[in-house]
């Protein structure tokens, strides 16, 4: 039976595996496996395939740099935008710092255990304004997915979030993580911005919120 409940130390270490796990391996096997372009980057794609054809008059290197070098360049942007240690990823260097950070004031994660007490899922939220609280580290192991373990932590964070009163849920996503907007989207959260990281100009991020029915 699936339990939702809040991450202690000692199991710290099996929740920042699962976060890792999240953003890196989903999003650059599905880039490399499953060549999940947007439609934003096919056009840049195109458009330089072109421009090679004007510019050199040669269909074989321009269909090498368009086709192949092009999506090399954007899987190596993606894996950067990922891998690099900003601000958006900084609890994350090591176990004591993650659940130090996760603890503090006005955040908070939950884990999703199985039936054999492992850490399959986790969610967390942080709090932003007396209103508005933002939805963080929503990640499930790659072979529990699709068992309703997303949709219980979900539920679970927003049920957080109404009884405490706030009345907007925030959170921002990678575009390419189609199935997680899919699954916000089903939970009531609706798109309002999509937008291209300033440094990373090929990685479009987008960003959702869900208004809440505040209890009482």
Known sequence: ?????????????????????????????????????????????????????????SPFLSALIGGCVMPLVYYVIIKDFIDRNDDSFHEMTNRDTFYTYWQGEGRRMWLALDENGNVTGTIAIAHVTADVCELYRMSVLSNCRRGGIGNALVSHLLQYATNRGYKVVQLSTLAVLMEAQALYIKHGFRIVKTSSDPTRVLVEIKKLEKQLVCSG
Do not use: C, W
């Not at 130390?9 to 650059?28: F, I, N, S, W």
């Open 1 to 57: 039976m699936l339990q939702i409940v809040e991450m202690t130390k000692e199991r710290a270490d099996e929740a920042l595996a699962v976060v890792r796990q999240g953003p890196q391996q989903t999003v650059t096997r599905r880039m490399i496996m499953h060549n999940m372009l947007l439609p934003r980057q096919l056009f840049v794609f195109l458009a330089t395939t072109l421009l090679l054809l004007y510019v050199t008059s």
